[in-house]
């Protein structure tokens, strides 16, 4: 239960922490993106992360992300791992700084309905069997870097893994791509901000599988550099895996509000994409998902996000997910079951073919 600064509404959708409402970010985003940034900082602050990406006169530009940090001598970056050592950026990008696990397929993906790894989609030139790939496991790679900062982030720890361990190389980790191993994902945090790490290792281990099966998959915010992001998708396409997109609002205030980073990248890149899917339209190489920030992100977001990507492909699969209150939105409700079904007609109206919701078992 929350109190929105501005009009002054007790609700149990207006998160405590932000202190906004959803309309009040909507309809006045100028008073209320100087409250939200003020949130940002403070969650922020607690992990030692810069408050907004530093550009420090003089300083070294970090072409990592669309960030582009330009950290003075000592300075970190947005992301928390690059800094500026001696004129030079350490650690070097082609390290990763993650962990990582195995889990058996078919495996709780955002893709999972529609990938090769869940359904048999794609047998038997990207998949082992024709429906899901049980007896095989994904390598799971969990980068401890974001390059967005969402208040109701459902994988924070990576913000406490990150001050610990080492960065590894892509070397040292190809052991893990072992003969059961049929797909790698790429999530995180993100992987928008180590993605040369993500590329390298994909490549390797591409290599060290010798034929077999082997699908490249990310699950990202979709902020990242056009080259390493078309190398990206040139690595789902060609392997059989896909890229995920969170698409976290359509309206740029309330995803401002929400991420501290506008939309415009994000979309910019996805339509970018939509427009390589020919080359291997199946399996589905490229999936859209937004999670259901209850009280924040309702039909409107997703009416604004599925006519967008209807307008680009109306074949891309959605996926509507059940949110968990976690971080700074830890006292919001769950979703409710009605929002998530209203938003699955909203987003098949407006379009698309292939909308699922997704972690029912979180609905109210
Ligand atoms: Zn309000």
Redesign the pocket.
Known sequence: MGK??????IDPY?SSELG??????RE?PQEVLKISERVHQISRRKYGLPDAPPRTEGGVVCNGCPNRCKMGEGERGYCGLRKNSGGNILPDPRLGKLSFYHDPLPTNCVADWVCPGGTGRGYPVYAYKKGPETGYKNLAIFFHTCSFNCLFCQNWSFKEDMRYGKPFSPEELLYLVDESTSCVCFFGGDPGSQMPFAIEFSKLAIKHRRGRLLRICFETNGFMEEELLDSAFELSIESGGCVKFDLKAWNEDLHRALTGQSNRVTLRNFARLTKKIELRPEPPPLVASTLLVAGYVDEREVEGIARFIADLNPDIPYALLAFYPHFYMADLPLTKRDTALRCQEVALKAGLKNVRIGNVHLLR
């Not at 929105?4 to 509404?9: A, G, H, L, R």
């Not at 906004?20 to 970010?25: E, K, Q, R, V």
């Open positions: 929105c600064f501005i009009c002054s509404k207006v906004l409402c959803s309309n009040c970010i006045r």
